[in-house]
């Protein structure tokens, strides 16, 4: 399956980082600044392994001109996530993206 790069994924959803992603310190999260938490349970209770978001608060950072700036690194989050995915728990990501679409288009 091939992405159609409209990119609304990367405007809809934030992406959780998982212990590996997190400890590598190779992603832009949300509480950089702050520093790097090294109890990885305690990041995920507070949401700091969550990717940064751009300065509009809802897009990836990683997003530039609808396509991912780091896609060949990419988070495992969304190396699961494809939205045209049938399968049952990418359902309500897949709903939330068309409506967004039809949204779009009004």
């Not at 949401?47 to 950072?61: F, H, P, R, S, V």
Request: proline fraction near 1%.
């Amino acid at each position: 399956m091939e992405c159609s790069q409209c990119g609304v994924c990367c405007k809809l959803f934030v992406i959780n980082l998982n212990e590996q992603e997190y400890n590598s310190k190779e992603y832009k999260t949300i509480f950089e600044s702050f520093g790097h938490v090294s109890d990885f349970k305690e990041a995920e209770m507070i949401g700091a392994n969550l990717l940064m978001q751009k300065e509009d608060g809802e897009t990836c950072i990683y997003l530039e001109e609808k396509k991912c700036s780091i896609h060949e690194r990419r988070p495992q989050a969304c190396r699961k996530f494809y939205c045209a995915s049938k399968e049952e728990w990418c359902q309500d990501m897949v709903r939330r993206i068309n409506d967004y679409k039809e949204k779009a288009k009004k």
